[in-house]
């Protein structure tokens, strides 16, 4: 088959895909800006997705692609489409709204990347749930979408109803949406902030939570356009900033807590990973990195140290797996710590008016 061929056939499963918000084809939409076709039946796609587009829609040109005869690999770049010219009018921000079926909503972030934020967000969810709650989990971390992997439900998809509603995965007794679940894992994501803001949206208002008693938001890190996004949308209850021992981190973690005070969102506390190694064998702990950071920043910010959780190879292992350590080890010495931050967190959510009957 020659590559004229085969860049017909790409063109012909193309134009079978429809762009519900625009009526056309993605071709006809203007939505594909370049195939490339290379030795061996490899596709490369320019993709456009606009901020009102389903994302959805990227897992389609994928699938119908793959599809074609002569195609043995299939690769989509997704861009945001130009946002529009700002108009002269004032147009004042979102204001959050009440969602009570959520429950309490809180944000779990960090300053910095690699400081275990999804670790500590998925354990907190599903200690929660072992405490009989009904918990939440939205995986916001729209750069990185790791929930899917630590809660072994990679490469699931959610359900849609007939009245085009989500229905979350479901896993260790917490319901949870993630872009993971929604887009290939190979997809070049280059995110422009309305999309960010519609994909938050969505995970708010068009998946079918049911009653819920906790919303736990891994958020991903530093302060952009998902967490203003999040805040201008729900009523959120706290905030977590997760950081590690060393003053790199937790400079950086003070920039997340700084963000999250200007929004008007409490900071519920600190929560200190890796800090220090505990020997699995004879128990001694050793501390790896600096020590006393969690609760240098916790007294800076007047805040509470809610958990002070120790390297454990278990951890990265369940995490992995997609058993949270929380389940698999809980009475590890992580486990333990995560578990005792599920704990304290029902505890401040009952004090503050939250959930109380099981």
């Given at each position: 088959m020659t590559e004229q061929e085969l860049r017909a056939r790409v063109a012909a499963a193309l134009t079978?895909?429809?762009?519900?918000?625009?009526?056309?084809?993605?071709?006809?939409?203007?939505?594909?800006?370049?195939?490339?076709?290379a030795e061996g039946g490899q596709v490369r796609i320019a993709f456009t997705l606009a901020s009102e587009d389903p994302a959805g829609l990227v897992r389609e040109v994928r699938r119908a692609v793959r599809q074609v005869e002569g195609v043995s690999e299939v690769r989509v770049d997704v861009k945001g489409a130009s946002p529009a010219p700002p108009t002269p009018k004032t147009v004042p921000p979102?204001?959050?709204?009440?969602?009570?079926?959520?429950?309490?909503v809180i944000a779990v972030s960090s300053g910095k990347g690699g400081v275990g934020k999804?670790?500590?967000?998925?354990?907190?969810?599903?200690?929660?749930?072992?405490?009989?709650?009904?918990?939440?989990?939205?995986d916001g971390d729209i750069y990185g979408p790791n929930?899917?992997?630590?809660?072994?439900?990679?490469?699931?998809?959610?359900?849609?109803?007939?009245?085009?509603?989500?229905?979350?995965?479901?896993?260790?007794?917490?319901?949870?949406?993630?872009?993971?679940?929604?887009?290939?894992?190979?997809?070049?994501?280059?995110?422009?902030?309305?999309i960010i803001t519609k994909i938050i949206t969505?995970?708010?208002?068009?998946?079918?939570?049911?009653?819920?008693?906790?919303?736990?938001?891994?958020?991903?890190?530093?302060?952009g356009d998902a967490q203003l996004s999040l805040v201008q949308n729900v009523q959120v209850a706290s905030g977590i900033i997760v950081t590690t021992p060393q003053e790199v981190a937790v400079g950086d973690a003070l920039r997340g807590a700084k963000m999250f005070e200007k929004v008007g969102v409490p900071v519920l506390g600190i929560v200190e990973n890796m800090a220090g190694f505990v020997c699995p064998h004879c128990g001694e702990r050793t501390d790896?990195?600096?020590t006393g950071g969690g609760q240098r920043l916790a007294d800076e910010l007047g805040v509470p140290l809610l958990a002070s959780v120790p390297i454990q190879a278990q951890v990265q292992q369940a995490g992995e797996q997609g058993t949270p350590v929380v389940v698999g080890e809980p009475d590890s010495p992580a486990g333990t710590a995560l578990r005792a931050l599920a704990e304290r967190v029902e505890r401040e959510a009952a004090g503050a008016g939250g959930p109380v009957a099981r």
């Open positions: 079978n895909i429809v762009n519900p918000r625009l009526g056309t084809d993605v071709i006809s939409g203007g939505q594909v800006t370049e195939v490339i076709i979102p204001q959050p709204r009440a969602m009570p079926h959520l429950g309490t999804s670790t500590v967000a998925v354990n907190l969810a599903a200690g929660l749930a072992a405490r009989g709650r009904r918990v939440g989990l939205m929930v899917p992997r630590m809660l072994g439900v990679l490469g699931e998809q959610p359900a849609i109803t007939p009245e085009r509603r989500i229905i979350p995965l479901a896993a260790h007794g917490v319901k949870l949406i993630s872009l993971g679940s929604l887009i290939e894992r190979d997809v070049a994501t280059i995110w422009r902030g309305p969505q995970f708010l208002g068009d998946v079918d939570w049911g009653q819920l008693d906790f919303f736990v938001v891994d958020l991903p890190p530093g302060t790896i990195f600096a």
